[in-house]
């Protein structure tokens, strides 16, 4: 089930084919080839980064069947509040447009070792999961699907989610905004049979109650992606260095002095070094770089502790250590 690796440099340019409405503030996007050629092969719980203009990228999670070929789709909720790139989008962009599209990068991935598996969106959250549960079908394994929204005229994907239901695995659950009159997390989290693994995505609360629900269960077992970098500091964070760090790139020897309150992701790219980057708040993963050497304090959202033993990503993570020695 791990994605497969690909050069995230490369941009595809393709047409957008097809908007749907599919719920209240939420319109679906699928995109094509302009020669009609398949696209690159994605994963379960992938992501692309869309290029709503020259200078605004967002990253959206696929929501189709990874089977289909021919096709990408993602759904966007315009959100009034947010920094103007859903606006952008579903203010701008019209059908058969081209598009500046990422070949598809996965975070989210499906673990190998899920015997079923419980899937729960909060919102727009749910797009990820959806994608999840054509793939677990198709593998003929077992899973929960668990919808969580406001009320009905909230929900995307309605008829295909339904049409995902097996022995009643597909579930509902409408607060009417109130999330107190929705689903029962610690119940539904209470126990955890052999092979069970969790996957959730959401609003910052939402995330927030589905983690600490969730708590007891086995490390390694429970997976999630935030669609937003959750507001409050993190509490293991560390306080901001006051004096500055060097960089030595292990491929050169190359040392750049770097001063406090720059990011290495910064401090690369204005030393001539290139490094993709795009949501920039340790969401996506495309900045994310190997060190051999040094200490880091970890503000990403997507590496575990096996990664970070070795990772970290440039945007938003600090260096800690006088000299941090990376695998460039």
């Not at 790139?249 to 990011?263: H, Q």
Request: one cysteine or more; charged letters at 25%.
């Amino acid at each position: 089930m791990n994605a497969k690796s690909f050069d995230h440099s490369q941009e595809l340019s393709l047409v957008l084919r097809k908007i749907t409405f599919e719920g209240k503030s939420i319109n679906s996007y699928e995109f094509v080839d302009p020669d009609g050629k398949d696209l690159p092969p994605f994963e379960a719980g992938s992501h692309i980064d869309i290029k709503v203009s020259s200078n605004v990228t967002r990253q959206y999670s696929l929501c189709n069947d990874p089977s289909e070929t021919h096709r990408y789709v993602i759904a966007v909720l315009r959100d009034e509040n947010g920094r103007g790139g859903s606006k952008a989008i579903h203010d701008q962009l019209k059908v058969q447009d081209i598009v500046t599209v990422s070949l598809p990068r996965n975070n989210f991935e499906l673990s190998d070792n899920t015997k079923r598996a419980i899937l729960i969106g909060g919102g727009i959250g749910i797009t990820p999961l959806k994608s999840m549960a054509h793939k677990l079908r198709s593998l003929n394994i077992p899973y929960e699907l668990h919808y969580c929204a406001k009320d009905k005229t909230c929900v995307a994907f309605y008829d295909e989610i339904c049409a995902l239901s097996d022995n009643e695995n597909v579930h509902f659950h409408f607060d009417g905004g109130d999330p107190n009159n929705g689903l029962n997390l610690q119940k539904l989290f209470e126990s955890q049979r052999d092979g069970d693994h969790l996957y959730y995505c959401g609003p910052s609360g939402f995330m927030e109650a589905c983690k600490t629900s969730a708590a007891h269960w086995t490390k390694g077992t429970v997976h999630f992606e935030h669609f937003k970098a959750p507001v409050a500091p993190k509490a293991d964070s560390q306080p901001e260095r006051t004096d500055g760090y060097k960089i030595k790139l292990n491929s050169t020897g190359e040392v750049i002095e770097v001063a406090a309150g720059v990011s290495v992701l910064e401090a690369l790219q204005n030393s001539g070094v290139e490094v993709e980057r795009s949501c920039e708040s340790g969401l996506c993963g495309a900045c994310k770089i190997r060190f051999l050497e040094g200490e880091v304090d970890h503000q990403d959202y997507i590496l575990d502790d096996e990664e970070r033993s070795d990772h970290f990503t440039s945007c938003v993570s600090r260096v800690t250590s006088d000299l941090i020695v990376l695998d460039i």
